[in-house]
């Protein structure tokens, strides 16, 4: 039974993947129906479905391929030609055909599928013969048996010809169910003898350990096991970064010992294998797009029988791969988007003809990688979209306001049709008019952190592209820093990031705008979108992050951009779950665990934040020094005589000096004073916490980057000197000093101009 069991499954998948291959190829035969090569490629995929399905006893589904064969070897005898009519017919044969699969899949046989076939079959005869396509007698698909469906049949009403048909049907089911009982019987003597026979040899003899001649050179594995071991690589690359972040700090440290080459040798080894085994693995989850691009010929085609249109549809890059995770979440937003396209886009051919186009309309359907996304473009060449109209749509259905109106751009109007409930269609059809189906497709892209971008020209057509990443387990992001946090966004959403004057910023209806390139974009800082408390001013300039989801853009402010880095997502666990905002979490290569921004939920956020004018908050944009009072240095020491020598060498400079006795102290002053310092001069031994310490914790904050920080100590050893660089000293005096030394020494570091040295 389990070789048996084996034998279903491959026929299975075989089966289904020819289905698939059928609708494609029927679709491109009814148009170049004088493709004889074409049609000996149909023919023998249905001639090898009904094999197999004869040589596994499903006997509903041998029938129906017989008949279809019929037609298809008439076909490529040429004593037939197919027409649009003839065509339904096969097309409606192979949706049959998929159902009888289904129960096949799902109950082990097609017995069970409560299908009726007589109709299609005569039907399918009727073509055969070049008789009239009988009408009355219809597909039935209902959950009866086969006995109730022959109680009810009405033979008083049929034909001579249609009862000896019926006649000759019921026959051939007895004869069939006749041999399928003695296929059994024989089949479990076999089964029996077969396994006494088995019984006897493993007595006899062990199992043979010889290899096969001819291994298989492919193998079936569990999704779930490639997720596990995506999961491991995962941990592998957070594992890499970790060991490159090491090894950055010992190579500073060690400088020039012979032992770092060896490690630089072995990192860099580690490194290349863990990325190409993260690629490789990735590769084993990666299914080309045909996977979703096959099911729309025949879609397309079934809808310009509908809606009485002639449309073509194109399709490029098949071959173009990504993850199966992607794959799974991409078919319906395609499925919307080109059925939105064929009734909305693509015009009558009376309209086409009228309007000097070629009656015959085209839908492009493209995949094609850009950088570490895919992008899924959708092009008509109908009517396209107008902006004006759509807002006047908008405008009655209640979804946008006037004022909104007034101030939306083209790409904005273009950006309505994603709104719930919006619709252009005059009536409710099968096809359209409800106002659910873009919406459901942004919903659908937003979810794999992708982004719309639509193009129309009226009369001309539109272009709809989809920006999708590859994989949704580990991606690239842009880290942030939001005073003392940081935060991780997706890659894919960052259309570019600026860094402008705080003058440049103007408040609008109590809103902070940026210009940018004749557009004016919305500004929030994400440290009010999270609440993030405010313990330092940022820079003089405003950086700013722009993300766009669909049609929709957005600035984010923060105090400074980390850099781009490759992270591995992870889940926050059961009891962070559903923090709005936030998509997971990754650990980065110092050890620390950072957020990943829900862009969509983000751009949301956005809209409930009433901010005050970001440039009046950012009290500290350009401080004018007007004298040498207006300068600020700390002195951070425990011994008060140090200090007093310290402040006395410096009171000829008349700048302003504040005080801390240690390391705590100092940085408790760094959070909570206004005060904006220019230097701090920093003892190394002190309780608490040592200047070392001190230093590195104070250039955690992205203000103090670039503050000086003047090491004073008795400490002078190479070693000595060689940390404070690497915690981020910018000076190292060493005690003692003279009082011109260390004004020299403050007033270069704080720029001090000349003329103001008193």
Do not use: W
Request: negative net charge; contains cysteine.
């Amino acid at each position: 039974m389990n070789d048996m069991q084996e034998i279903i499954e491959d026929f299975l998948i075989e089966a289904f993947e020819m289905i698939e291959q059928l609708d494609q190829d029927l679709v491109a035969l009814e148009s170049a129906p004088e493709d004889l090569e074409l049609l000996n490629s149909i023919f023998r995929v249905a001639h090898t479905i009904k094999g197999s399905s004869s040589f596994l006893n499903f006997d509903i589904l041998t029938e129906l391929t017989h008949h279809m064969e019929d037609v298809l070897n008439k076909a490529r005898k040429a004593e037939l030609t197919i027409t649009p009519d003839i065509m339904d017919i096969v097309l409606e044969s192979i949706d049959l055909m998929k159902t009888l699969l289904i129960s096949i899949r799902d109950n082990g046989n097609d017995k069970q599928s409560g299908i009726e076939i007589a109709g299609i079959c005569q039907k399918l005869d009727a073509i055969s013969k070049g008789e009239e396509i009988p009408t009355q007698i219809e597909t039935k698909v209902e959950n009866r048996s086969q006995e109730s469906i022959e109680e009810e049949v009405d033979y008083s009403e049929l034909s001579d010809e249609e009862v000896e048909a019926e006649i000759q049907r019921l026959l051939l089911q007895k004869q069939q169910e006749k041999q399928n009982k003695k296929k059994e019987s024989s089949k479990k003597v076999v089964e029996t003898k077969k396994e006494t026979q088995i019984n006897k040899t493993e007595q006899k003899n062990p199992p043979s350990t010889k290899q096969p001649l001819a291994p298989e050179q492919t193998i079936r594995v569990e999704v779930k096991r490639l997720d596990h071991l995506m999961n491991l690589i995962g941990e592998l690359v957070l594992g890499k970064n970790r060991l490159l972040k090491i090894y950055d700090d010992v190579e500073e440290r060690y400088e020039g010992e012979k032992f770092l080459e060896e490690l630089n040798q072995v990192v860099a080894s580690i490194s290349l294998v863990t990325t190409d085994l993260q690629s490789a693995v990735m590769k084993t989850r990666m299914l080309p797009i045909a996977k979703v691009f096959n099911k729309f010929p025949r879609m397309v085609r079934d809808l310009s029988r509908e809606l009485n249109k002639d449309i073509e549809l194109v399709m490029k890059g098949e071959e173009t791969e990504l993850d199966k995770s992607v794959i799974e979440e991409l078919g319906d937003p395609l499925i919307h988007m080109i059925r939105n396209s064929c009734d909305h886009g693509i015009e009558s051919k009376e309209e086409r003809e009228k309007a000097g186009k070629n009656p015959k309309g085209i839908v492009e359907l493209s995949a094609y990688h850009e950088g570490n996304q895919i992008v899924v473009e959708i092009k008509d060449d109908g009517h396209g979209m107008d902006p004006e109209f759509l807002k006047m749509k908008a405008l009655d259905k209640g979804i946008v306001t006037e004022r909104e109106i007034n101030q939306m751009s083209n790409k904005e109007a273009f950006g309505l049709i994603f709104k719930p409930g919006f619709s252009t269609a005059k009536a409710v059809t099968g096809v359209s008019g409800r106002g659910v189906g873009m919406d459901v497709v942004k919903t659908n892209i937003e979810k794999l952190n992708g982004i719309i971008d639509i193009d129309s020209e009226f009369g001309k057509g539109s272009t709809f592209k989809l920006k999708i990443p590859l994989t949704l387990a580990i991606i690239q992001s842009l880290l942030v820093a939001v005073q003392e946090e940081y935060f991780a966004i997706p890659l894919s959403s960052v259309l570019e990031t600026v860094r402008v004057p705080y003058d440049e910023i103007y408040t609008i209806e109590g809103r902070s705008v940026l210009k940018l390139r004749n557009e004016v974009l919305s500004l929030v800082k994400l440290s009010d979108i999270f609440g993030v408390e405010q313990v330092f001013e940022s820079s003089e300039q405003a950086y700013v992050v722009i993300i766009g989801l669909a049609e929709s853009k957005l600035g984010i402010v923060v105090d400074g951009l980390v850099g781009q880095e490759e992270i591995v997502i992870k889940s926050l666990g059961d009891y962070l779950q559903g923090i709005e905002g936030i998509a997971g979490a990754t650990i980065r290569g110092d050890g620390r665990v950072t957020l990943i921004t829900d862009v969509a939920a983000l751009m949301n956020l956005a809209k409930n934040i009433k901010s005050d004018s970001i440039k009046e908050s950012n009290n500290t944009s350009i401080r004018q020094k007007n004298s040498p009072s207006d300068y600020h240095v700390l002195i951070v020491d425990d011994s008060s005589t140090d200090r007093l020598i310290m402040q006395k060498s410096l009171k000829s400079l008349g700048i302003t000096i504040t005080e801390a006795t240690n390391g705590v102290e100092a940085l408790n002053i760094l959070k909570t004073s206004q005060t904006q310092f220019d230097a701090i001069l920093i003892d190394i031994e002190m309780p608490q916490m040592d200047g070392y310490t001190l230093a590195s914790e104070i250039r955690k904050y992205s203000k103090y980057k670039q503050l000086p920080l003047i090491a004073v100590t008795s400490r002078s050893s190479k070693s000595d000197r060689l940390r404070g660089v690497e915690v981020g000293m910018s000076e190292y005096i060493t005690k003692p000093y003279s009082s011109e030394y260390l004004m020299d020494v403050v007033s270069k570091n704080i720029k001090l101009p000349v003329e103001q040295i008193a």
